[in-house]
């Protein structure tokens, strides 16, 4: 009932470890995020917001209208609208905060999705010029051989893809079964 009394003792938990960034989950609405970033900003943290859950309510939606096949004809525009409608309230309520210090928008995603991904940060920049958008990426999330040539490979046309402002590698260094 009251985020922040539940978040001060962890940010102040932080604070005292020396950290001085949290990742949020966006789960909640802009009146709830906005108490967490208050309270980060009480105990001088910055705050990652990670709007991937939003994301993928609208995901399939995104990638229906992106998609060129038989069936269907690319509408890019619809697309970026409906990403603007879905993000816009949330970034115009959140995104003069002074603890807020970026948006995460994916965790690892395949090639096949930087269409829509690049629309996201295109239109997140767009809403928000100050606040970079950011994502992570993994090469081992396209084969079992992380340092394979075709991981590689991919990450760097998602890299090239999205135009990411910031993006964050997730590493993986002991696998399972570990070696």
Known sequence: ADVAAFVA???KCLKAMQMNTVVVRNLSSPAIQLAILNEAQRNGLKVMLTEIPI???IKKQ?????ADDAHHKPQPEAAAQLIEKTF????NKLKDHPALLAYVVHDEPFVEETPGYRLLYETFRKLDPKH???GYICRASWNSDATSRRGIDNMKKIV??????VLFNDLYPIRIPAE
């Open 160 to 165: 090239e893809a999205v135009d990411a402002q």
């Open 9 to 11: 003792p962890i940010f």
């Open 62 to 66: 995104v990638d229906t209208l992106l």
């Open 88 to 91: 816009s309230p949330i970034i």
């Open 55 to 57: 994301y993928l309510s």
């Open 132 to 134: 970079p958008a950011t």
